[in-house]
């Protein structure tokens, strides 16, 4: 429990009004930009998220706009951020808000949690950044803080941990503006209390547990994460015209929706090419590798051995990189190894 909830309050928001971050969403109460931006900040660095998020606001300036467009089309805004089941929620949940509540954004934390794409953490933040509802939204940088603050010694990636975190706080975010508390809590863990935390910068230093007993290192208390799961392929950039072959992941592989460049898990090269002459009738003129790549998702590891392979006829579909539906980060960037 914290013990003055007032002066926590107090002192983490006047913190956060000096040091925030100028960042395009905080300009703003707009419940659809919120949302758009926590969306786009799941598992993606401040850095990144940012130029995707004006972009994005651009070509879909309102919840209505973004209803309106097709997946294919919201997957090319998408393309290089990652983590691509975030942009067909982001649409299906600006559907259900035009379709289930006349283009206007619930506030209820419960409510705004049925939208596809939405979880716990993401509602709360939402209500209380966009409507001041006092629901604490706690998530992994919350967790840290905290977990060294209070302390509190247990696994932190549980939910009903988080729950429980969530009431620890509720007497402190009803002492303050619920907007500002949840962006302070937000902004201590990604600029103070990381990893290695900033103590000597931290509005919360003279009560918290872990700094009087230089225990940061063992709090939050997380166990230890499961190996990625690792796959191999052989990758092949197919040209015909100036023009590659591309085809759609199906519904349930990893990165549905997307197009890629075949590829395929065999033993060897030979196997490997083979099947692929077989699937898409090629006459080939040349083959030259394009090296080794490798891509890490959140649970997967990918590596492919990746070849340009001309050709003079062939089946499938092909576009030129400047026309294609979404290419994924880890198959983008294996064109930057072709030579022009
Ligand atoms: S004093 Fe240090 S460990 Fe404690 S909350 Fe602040 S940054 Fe984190």
Same mark, same amino acid.
């Given at each position: ?10 002192? $983490?928001? &006047?913190? #956060?009004?000096?040091?925030?971050? &100028? ?6 109460? &707009? ?45 090319? =805004?998408?393309?290089?951020?990652? +983590? +691509? ?5 982001? $649409? ?8 289930? =509540? ?46 060294? +603050? ?29 907007? &500002? ?23 919360? @230093? ?9 225990? +940061? ?14 796959? *191999? #392929? ?14 759609? @992941? ?12 075949? @590829? ?24 030259? %590798?394009?090296?080794?790549?490798? =891509?890490?998702?959140? =649970?997967?590891?990918?590596?492919? @051995?990746?070849? $340009?392979?001309? %050709? ?5 579909? #092909? #576009? ?15 064109? *930057? *190894?072709?030579?022009?």
């Amino acid at each position: 429990m914290i013990e003055d909830p007032k002066s926590f309050a107090k002192a $983490l928001c &006047d913190w #956060y009004r000096d040091h925030k971050r &100028d960042l395009p969403f905080r300009k703003t109460k &707009d419940p659809y930009k919120i949302f758009l931006s926590e969306l786009m900040l799941q598992q993606t660095r401040m850095e990144t998220a940012v130029p995707y998020y004006e972009r994005f606001l651009r070509r879909y300036p309102d919840v209505k706009t973004l209803a309106e467009s097709s997946e294919a089309e919201v997957l090319k =805004h998408w393309e290089g951020l990652g +983590y +691509y089941r975030r942009a067909k929620h982001i $649409l299906q949940a600006a559907k259900t808000v035009c379709e289930t =509540h006349n283009g206007v954004f619930p506030e209820d934390a419960r409510e705004l949690e049925t939208l596809k794409g939405v979880g716990r953490y993401t509602a709360r933040a939402i209500a209380s950044i966009a409507f001041n509802h006092p629901a604490a939204a706690v998530d992994g940088n919350v967790m840290r803080v905290m977990s060294r +603050y209070l302390p509190f010694e247990k696994d932190a990636r549980k939910t009903k941990h988080m729950k429980e975190i969530e009431r620890i706080l509720a007497p402190a975010i009803e002492k303050e503006t619920p907007s &500002d508390f949840t962006q302070a809590m937000m902004e201590l863990g990604a600029l103070v209390c990381k990893k290695n935390p900033l103590c000597g910068e931290c509005p919360l @230093q003279g009560e918290c547990f872990a700094h009087k007993h230089n225990a +940061y290192d063992r709090l939050p208390v997380l166990p230890a994460k499961k190996p990625k799961l690792e796959e *191999s #392929y052989y990758t092949f950039l197919v040209l015909k015209d100036g023009r590659y072959l591309l085809r759609a @992941q199906s519904a349930n592989d990893l990165l549905s929706g997307m197009h890629l460049f075949p @590829q395929y898990r065999t033993d060897t090269f030979e196997e490997a090419f083979s099947r692929l002459c077989k699937e898409y009738d090629l006459n080939i003129d040349s083959v030259e %590798t394009l090296g080794r790549h490798k =891509h890490i998702f959140s =649970h997967k590891i990918w590596r492919m @051995q990746a070849y $340009l392979v001309k %050709t003079r006829e062939g089946d499938g579909d #092909y #576009y030129s990189l400047e026309n294609a539906p979404a290419l994924p980060t880890a198959h983008k960037k294996i064109v *930057s *190894s072709v030579k022009k």
